[in-house]
């Protein structure tokens, strides 16, 4: 699902138009394909949504799909109280240019490359009113539960909260889609606990964009190998408000060419949300974050980090909705020798359609970031795009 567009044509709404045509297409195929299946003890759902969109920045002037996915629930009911489920969910890229792997909710698992699908979460779960959650497999992780607030842009977002560390979608440190993690989770009154545990031996390869100067001489190379690891959070409800703290670690082995070391990747995070996101009225949600051998710079090596992330909306009764905020990173270490920060402010309006089958957006991000030794970074970019979920 690609259209490239020419650098020398001026027709906005020709581009806008084929879009729309792809979307609505799209949402006529599945609005009337999806069937979801229950019976006294068993239930089958599809999960997921396909989206797209039209992106520009000072180089790139193309359509393409944007963080697609999609998946099955399965549930069943068990004697007890108990019940099981299976979640299965692949993400989907249509187009395999990483020029335009520009982060958000696309980030994909270490190792996945140019893969047309791969895989997003995959776990199974059993479930009791009064023993709570337990979940085996790649799943959404404990410290993500606190981090997760931020991470609800149509495009960008979630860049900073640690959650989507090393270029990845967070899966081998745990703080993003967990990969070989347990999980248990319980709701107490007010309180919301998640405990998890890796039990890993993995080898983290180093891959920059190819416009990156430095992506021939580092990438494929490997930074570290991270072993096992445990995370837990802690979430209290009060009125609208829920406020989270959140710990992760791993035991991390850096390679002697960035630095050679036997430590821990270690990061902390505490956050408060406002209000339900897609529900008219304010909502707003503020991370920060403290982190050690979790975060690289822009040359490859790992640092100690502090971060942080807004986003403030305000969603109309008339299903339309603006935001704005911004994700922001920086050293946090006395020695460390450089210049380098990421960070970019964002903005966005989406327009909900279709008793909140599809959504409308257009969002920008203008970038006031700097490398190591100094250089602006520009990545300042904007996206027109559309959703239909499932």
């Known amino acids: 699902m690609k259209i490239k567009v020419t ?10 138009s084929h879009l729309i045509a792809i979307f609505s297409l799209a949402l006529s195929s599945f609005a009337n394909g999806i069937e979801i299946y229950q019976d006294e ?6 999960r997921g949504y396909i989206s797209g969109v039209y992106y520009k920045d000072e180089n ?3 359509i393409n799909e944007a963080a697609s996915r999609w998946g099955f629930d399965f549930t069943r009911k068990l004697p007890n109280d108990w019940q099981a489920s299976v979640t299965l969910e692949w993400g989907l890229v249509f187009d395999t240019n990483n020029n335009l792997t520009i982060g958000g909710n696309g980030q994909t698992p270490n190792n996945t490359g140019d893969d047309n699908m791969f895989t997003r979460l995959g776990y199974i779960q059993f479930s009791h009113p009064s023993w709570g959650d337990i979940a085996v497999g790649k799943q959404w992780a404990a410290y993500y539960d606190v981090t997760y607030g931020t991470d609800i842009l149509n495009y960008w977002g979630g860049s900073t909260s640690g959650s989507f560390n090393l270029n990845s979608d967070g ?5 993003g889609r967990a990969e070989q993690a347990i999980t248990w989770r319980k709701s107490y009154q007010n309180f919301h606990f998640a405990v998890q545990v890796q039990a890993q031996d993995e080898a983290i390869e180093l891959s920059l964009p190819e416009q990156d100067p430095l992506s021939e001489q580092l990438n494929g190379k490997t930074i570290a190998t991270i072993n096992n690891g445990f ?5 209290y409800d009060w009125n609208k408000f829920a406020f989270g703290v959140g710990f992760n670690s791993n035991q991390i082995e850096v390679a002697q ?3 050679g070391s036997d430590s821990n ?3 902390f995070a505490a956050s408060v949300v406002y209000g339900k996101n897609h529900q008219p009225g304010l909502y707003f949600s503020a991370v920060t974050t403290r982190s050690k ?4 710079s822009d040359t490859g090596s790992y640092i100690d980090a502090k971060s942080s992330e807004l986003i403030v909306k305000y969603s109309f009764a008339n299903d339309i909705a603006v935001y704005g905020g911004f994700n922001h990173l920086t050293p946090d270490d006395d020695d460390y020798q450089g210049s380098y920060k990421f960070h970019y402010n964002f903005a966005g309006i989406e327009y909900v359609i279709l008793d909140s089958a599809a959504t409308l957006f257009i969002e920008t991000r203008f970038d006031d970031g700097k490398t190591t030794d100094g250089e602006k970074l520009d990545d300042s970019a904007g996206v027109l795009g559309a959703t239909i979920y499932f």
């Open 265 to 267: 990747d270690e990061i």
């Open 41 to 46: 003890k068993n239930s089958l759902a599809l």
């Open 231 to 235: 995370g837990i959070s802690v979430i």
């Open 60 to 62: 790139v002037d193309e």
């Open 293 to 296: 051998n979790h975060e690289f």
């Open 7 to 16: 650098k020398n044509s001026n027709n906005f709404w020709l581009r806008f």
């Open 171 to 175: 899966g081998i440190s745990g703080t």
């Open 257 to 259: 060419e960035f630095g």
